[in-house]
């Protein structure tokens, strides 16, 4: 019962933080010199009588307040209303997210299970030449901007001709059999994937290094060697449990360095994703679809970090005891 009730305050909590980046995103893209209809103004088949249409549909015409008042009844009732070009905004999301959270999942889960291991035998073989190409590596990696490191990739592949570039699948991906779409779908995803791999991985190796330095430092790890304890106990039952819970507790922000990572890597290799989507809506000045499509990231980054003190208690009996 303690644990539901931690999960309720959490999501109450979270409400006046979604008002309030629903509030900043609004008014920045409304107040912004970009006009929502430029594209319809210089086409030349559209009539005046259109645009007065679209100008209504979409509140241009009233005060920005009551503008925001309107999108927030209807994004309560779960209505995110319509694109500039006239398609319903859920159906893109619904399009969308899911080939975020594909690439950011397999991201993550790379990272982890090479980033965590790495990290360790870094900080157990500590000053030798493992130690320290780990450390030009990580530092390389956390150097290179990921929009960069993407542009490389690309060129990359035009170049050699072995990984598709733009799209999630082929073409023809529904004439496929089920082994040939794999196979396509890890295709298109190995350069997205690879950038985001390398620079996630430096930053999560390099802190996994430094807490397991820590905790190797620390009294009770010395006091379990002087009881005759071997190293793999000392290292792998003392102190990894205390060195991996900081990086629990960082899950959900590297989560948040994904998805903002991944709107320039998805727009590089022309990723059908969110980030890609959110990117070209702010471009077009398109208020339905950035506000529809910034709230769903904001609620994406909420849930991850739930998720990390969620995986936080349940490895730390002193933190759940605390919480319920």
Same mark, same amino acid.
């Given at each position: 019962?303690?644990?539901?009730?931690?999960?309720?305050?959490?999501?109450?909590?979270?409400? $006046?933080?979604?008002?309030?980046?629903?509030?900043?995103?609004?008014?920045?893209?409304?107040?912004?010199? =970009?006009? $929502?209809?430029?594209?319809?103004?210089?086409?030349?088949?559209?009539?005046?009588?259109?645009?007065?249409?679209?100008?209504?549909?979409?509140?241009?015409?009233?005060?920005?307040?009551?503008?925001?008042?309107?999108?927030?009844?209807?994004?309560?009732?779960?209505?995110?209303?319509?694109?500039?070009?006239?398609?319903?905004?859920?159906?893109?999301?619904?399009?969308?997210?899911?080939?975020?959270?594909?690439?950011?999942?397999?991201? =993550?889960?790379?990272?982890?299970?090479?980033?965590?291991?790495?990290?360790?035998?870094?900080?157990?073989?500590?000053?030798?030449?493992?130690?320290?190409?780990?450390?030009?590596?990580?530092?390389?990696?956390?150097?290179?901007?990921?929009?960069?490191?993407?542009?490389?990739?690309?060129?990359?592949?035009?170049?050699?001709?072995?990984?598709?570039?733009?799209?999630?699948?082929?073409?023809?991906?529904?004439?496929?059999?089920?082994?040939?779409?794999?196979?396509?779908?890890?295709?298109?995803?190995?350069?997205?994937?690879?950038?985001?791999?390398?620079?996630?991985?430096?930053?999560?190796?390099? @802190?996994?290094?430094?807490?397991?330095?820590?905790?190797?430092?620390?009294?009770?790890?010395?006091?379990?060697?002087?009881?005759?304890?071997?190293?793999?106990?000392?290292?792998?039952?003392?102190?990894?449990?205390?060195?991996?819970?900081?990086?629990?507790?960082?899950?959900?922000?590297?989560?948040?360095?994904?998805?903002?990572?991944?709107?320039?890597?998805?727009?590089?290799? @022309?990723? $059908?994703?969110?980030?890609?989507?959110?990117?070209?809506?702010?471009?077009?000045?398109?208020?339905?679809?950035?506000?529809?499509?910034?709230?769903?990231?904001?609620?994406?980054?909420?849930?991850?970090?739930?998720?990390?003190?969620?995986?936080?208690?349940?490895?730390?009996?002193?933190?759940?005891?605390?919480?319920?």
């Amino acid at each position: 019962m303690g644990f539901a009730k931690y999960i309720t305050r959490r999501i109450i909590q979270v409400i $006046p933080l979604l008002i309030l980046v629903s509030l900043i995103s609004f008014f920045i893209i409304r107040l912004s010199p =970009i006009d $929502p209809l430029a594209e319809l103004r210089l086409n030349p088949s559209i009539s005046e009588e259109t645009l007065q249409k679209e100008i209504k549909r979409l509140n241009l015409d009233k005060p920005i307040y009551v503008q925001y008042v309107s999108w927030a009844k209807s994004f309560v009732k779960g209505d995110l209303g319509y694109t500039s070009a006239g398609e319903k905004v859920s159906v893109k999301l619904k399009e969308r997210i899911p080939n975020t959270l594909l690439l950011t999942t397999i991201v =993550i889960f790379l990272t982890w299970i090479v980033g965590i291991p790495l990290g360790i035998f870094a900080a157990v073989k500590k000053e030798t030449v493992f130690d320290r190409f780990l450390t030009v590596f990580s530092s390389i990696g956390m150097a290179i901007p990921s929009f960069f490191f993407a542009i490389l990739m690309l060129m990359f592949a035009v170049k050699t001709g072995w990984f598709p570039v733009g799209g999630l699948t082929s073409y023809n991906f529904n004439e496929m059999s089920f082994g040939s779409k794999f196979l396509d779908l890890v295709k298109h995803l190995v350069l997205p994937v690879t950038v985001l791999f390398a620079i996630s991985l430096s930053g999560l190796q390099r @802190q996994m290094r430094a807490n397991m330095l820590e905790v190797l430092d620390s009294d009770y790890v010395k006091f379990a060697r002087a009881k005759g304890l071997s190293e793999f106990k000392v290292i792998f039952k003392h102190a990894l449990r205390n060195a991996v819970n900081p990086m629990i507790t960082l899950l959900g922000f590297e989560f948040a360095g994904l998805l903002s990572g991944a709107a320039l890597t998805e727009y590089v290799f @022309q990723y $059908p994703g969110l980030g890609r989507l959110i990117l070209e809506a702010v471009m077009k000045s398109d208020i339905n679809l950035v506000m529809a499509s910034l709230m769903m990231g904001t609620i994406m980054l909420i849930l991850g970090n739930l998720i990390a003190d969620i995986l936080l208690m349940l490895t730390d009996p002193r933190i759940r005891s605390n919480k319920t």
